[in-house]
């Protein structure tokens, strides 16, 4: 068990609406970063917090933005879902913004179905 | 665009076999990369990693190869157990600006019969 606790487990939306997917990070770890993973890819990157701050983000609309907590936890909102929002959320922590051969824990994902 | 991939999206073994999967990345300023394990309804788990200035990197039961040349990164699992199976993702970072975010390949299934 990685520690990375994410909630809820499963959740189903309309288009349109909006959701808040949250995640705490393992014990001592100062960094979340979020995933998005599609049925049968791999996870792409979606932002990273680190204090408090969106450190990076990858190739995501505006509709997708986040917060981080001054206990390190984090949320991930998704404005305006479509159908293709449809995926498992994945949250990772990891120490000092996730540096080079820092590794990341992976929490058990929530699973998001937007119809 | 910069991406990293897998040659074989499944794979079969015996138990006892050796298995071994194979992930080619694109971006030659790659630095760092990692092999994920993730198991059905759970995260990707991490397995091993490996930087740039490395061939060759051994874990339990484990070994990961990097060949620079080629672009081309395999994951060996000797004495592979049914607990082995799971979908492989290999990952790669870069330094700098980069900083944890990990760009992944799409996957390979391994699946052993006892």
């Known amino acids: 068990d990685a520690g990375v606790t994410q909630s809820p487990t499963h959740l189903i939306k309309t288009r349109g609406q909006q959701v808040t997917l949250r995640c705490s990070p393992k014990?001592?770890?100062?960094?979340v970063s979020w995933y998005q993973q599609a049925l049968g890819q791999g996870p792409q990157f979606i932002f990273q917090y680190y204090e408090e701050e969106e450190r990076q983000r990858g190739n995501f609309p505006d509709r997708f933005s986040g917060h981080q907590f001054p206990n390190y936890s984090s949320e991930l909102n998704v404005n305006a879902l479509l159908l293709g929002d449809s995926a498992l959320y994945l949250c990772?922590?990891?120490?000092?913004?996730?540096?080079?051969?820092?590794?990341?824990?992976f929490g058990p994902g929530t699973r998001l179905t937007v119809l | 665009g910069e991406s990293v991939g897998l040659h074989l999206p499944t794979l079969s073994v015996q138990e006892g076999d050796n298995s071994i999967i194979n992930c080619a990345y694109s971006?030659?300023?790659?630095?760092?990369f990692i092999w994920y394990k993730q198991e059905s309804g759970k995260g990707p788990q991490f397995i091993i990693d490996i930087r740039s200035n490395m061939d060759k990197r051994q874990g339990q039961r484990v070994t990961v190869l990097l060949n620079k040349t080629v672009k081309h990164l395999s994951l060996q699992i000797a004495a592979t157990q049914p607990g082995d199976s799971a979908v492989y993702f290999c990952?790669?970072?870069?330094?700098?600006?980069?900083?944890?975010?990990?760009?992944f390949g799409q996957g390979t299934i391994l699946t052993v019969h006892p």
């Open positions: 971006n030659s300023a790659s630095d760092y």
């Open positions: 014990s001592g770890h100062d960094t």
């Open positions: 990952a790669e970072n870069k330094e700098g600006t980069s900083y944890g975010k990990l760009t």
């Open positions: 990772a922590s990891s120490l000092l913004g996730g540096a080079v051969n820092n590794e990341q824990f």
